[in-house]
Structures are given as C-alpha cells and as structure tokens.
C-alpha cells in the first residue's frame, strides 16, 4: 500500500524544499533554463526533491514566488547600491518587513569586493583600468574570478603587465578602507554605485599563478620574464604554482599516457618542436612503437614553425593536463607552497 505524501505547508518548508517548489511553480521550460546554471549534483539533488514534493498547493507556490522575488530584488539592490541603500528602499516598500527581509538575505549572501564589475565585460573593464596605477589594477584583479582576471591582464600593455604583476604576487592584507575608496572612484567612472562588504588576506603569488594560468603562453611568456628581471625568487614561487608544457616531464607515466589520449598527434607535434630533450623523452617513452614513429614523422614533416603556433599548441595541450587534473584522473606535481605530492 503506498505511502500518502503530506501535503506541504509554506512555513514548514526548509531551504531545498523551497528551491523545489519554486521549480514546480515556474514550469517545466522556465525551470530547465534555471538548472543549466547548476551542478549536475545540484541538479540531482533538487530533481530528487522535487519528486519528493508530491502536490503542491498553489498558495504554498505563490508564497514561495513572492519570497524568491523578494530576495532577489533586494540582492541586486545590495549590488547596486549597498546594505544601506537596499534598507531605506525596503523600508519605504515593505515597512518593518523590509528589514526581516534584509537580514535573512545577508544571511546566505556574501557580497564580495569589486562584484559590481561582474556586469561588464573583460574588454571592456580593460578601457577603464588602462590608465588606473598598476597597485589599483591588481586590487581590482585580484578580487575577480581568475578565469576573467586573466583576460583584462593580457590586454594590458607589455611594460604594465610586468608592474601589475609584481604587485598581484606582493599583494597581502588590503585596508577595507582602501578597497572602498577604489571601489567608490570606480564606481564614479563606471556611472555605478555599490558598498562591498570587507576583505580579508590576498594570496598574491597564487592569485597571479592562477591568472597566468588563463591566459595564452606569450602573454605569460612576457610576464614572467618581466617578473624575473625584477624578482627573481619572487618570479620563480609564482612558476611553482603553475602547470606550464615543460612540467609535463614531472608526470608519472601513467598521467602522460591519459594525457596524451586526448591531445592529437598533429597537436603534440607541434607543441614538441624545440622543447627540451627531458620532455622530448617523457613523451616518446609513454608512446607504443608505432605511436613513436607517427610521432617523429609529423615532427619532421612540419619543417620550420611560428614560435606562436608552437606555444598555441602547448597551451591546448597543458588545457587538457589541467582538465583531466580537475576531474581527478591524473595527479600535477605541485611544490610544497600547495601542499604538493611526496614520492
């Protein structure tokens, strides 16, 4: 006999229950577009609970409809303008409910620095921070996700990039004070008003390493060395907590061997043309007889090379290295700055 399922009650329902219902109010097309943004567990876990939810009444979906709405409202009133301009303009609309709706908001939100730039794109931030000091730049930089920091600091100037750089990898406690005055003459420019909350300890070197990371192997080619003729030791710990081609001769043989059944041997040609004769062997090693032989053929076919189409290469292929690393199926040998690998 099967189990009757409790008809839910708005004020009983817990956080993912909410989440749910607000996929079931919204419609199967609307709420598809919703779980594109989602982890495939995230997906999982609210498509479970949605099973779960049986029949849900419709006032107990409006309740949650107007919560949603709320929420998010006053979310982007908190960008745009601050915890204290989103106060006065939920006092205004909803009276002493305003502020129970402020806080249970502030609860589970955290407004990062420089999270008001999130509306631009990378070019087009990139016109605003040409001009700004290089210390300025990489505060800003490095409070952005890395992925889209990476793109405004390849379009940095030659000689710039080299001083932003420098302060990304020195970069340590910041004043709230002083990101807020940054923020606040940012905010004049961009035609913006916001209050990010506080920031805490900046790890420079593995910001920066992340940043380098992204970006395509001249434009990281060009820091480093402006780096190194600055800050040798300094050049040289922001290098140990990368992954560049060269290190593919510190993989185990068995993380080359997955490595290269996704790189093709047109690619991997390419990428070895005047590389060093210990990644040279790394690579060769890890091939059958055969494998080997296609390998040196295609390198000897291609004759004289563009460095640049040499560097595209290994930039695909060191892609693939950090991909199959976040999913786990091969291990990088990071040094002892990130806990690194003992053998």
């Known amino acids: ?181 940054v923020e606040d003459t940012l905010k004049l420019r961009l035609g913006s008003v916001t209050h990010a909350e506080l920031t805490a300890q900046r790890d420079g070197v593995k910001d920066l390493a992340e940043m380098l990371n992204q970006v395509d192997r001249t434009t990281e080619r060009a820091i480093l060395t402006a780096l190194s003729d600055t800050d040798p030791e300094l050049a040289e710990k922001v290098r140990s907590l990368m992954f560049v081609f060269e290190d593919v001769a510190t993989l185990a043989d068995r993380d080359i061997q997955e490595m290269l059944r996704g790189v093709e041997t047109k690619t991997l040609a390419l990428a070895m043309k005047g590389v060093r004769e210990d990644v040279r062997q790394s690579i060769f090693r890890n091939l059958s007889e055969r494998a080997s032989m296609s390998l040196q053929e295609e390198i000897e076919i291609l004759g004289a090379v563009k460095m640049r189409d040499v560097e595209d290469a290994q930039t695909k292929i060191v892609t693939v290295i950090r991909k199959l690393d976040e999913a786990g199926k091969i291990v990088l040998r990071r040094n002892s700055l990130e806990g690194g690998m003992i053998e």
């Open 1 to 181: 006999m099967a189990t009757a399922v409790e008809t839910p009650n708005y004020n009983s329902l817990v956080p993912k229950q909410k989440a749910a219902t607000l996929m079931i109010a919204i419609g199967p097309k609307n709420a598809g577009s919703v779980l594109k943004f989602l982890t495939e567990e995230e997906v999982e876990l609210l498509a479970t609970e949605v099973a779960r939810m049986g029949s849900v009444p419709r006032e107990v979906q409006n309740s949650v409809l107007e919560e949603f709405y709320e929420e998010a409202l006053v979310h982007r009133y908190v960008l745009e303008g601050g915890v204290e301009y989103a106060r006065e303009i939920l006092e205004q609309w909803q009276g002493t409910r305003g502020e129970e709706i402020l806080e249970r908001l502030m609860q589970s939100i955290q407004i990062t620095p420089f999270s008001f730039l999130s509306q631009f794109e990378p070019d087009q931030l990139l016109q605003f921070l040409q001009d700004e000091h290089p210390q300025t730049v990489s505060l800003v930089l490095s409070h952005l996700p890395h992925a889209y920091s990476a793109k405004v600091l390849a379009g940095l100037g030659e000689s710039k990039q080299g001083e932003v750089a420098m302060r990304l990898a020195t970069m340590d406690r910041i004043s709230p004070d002083v990101i807020r005055r």
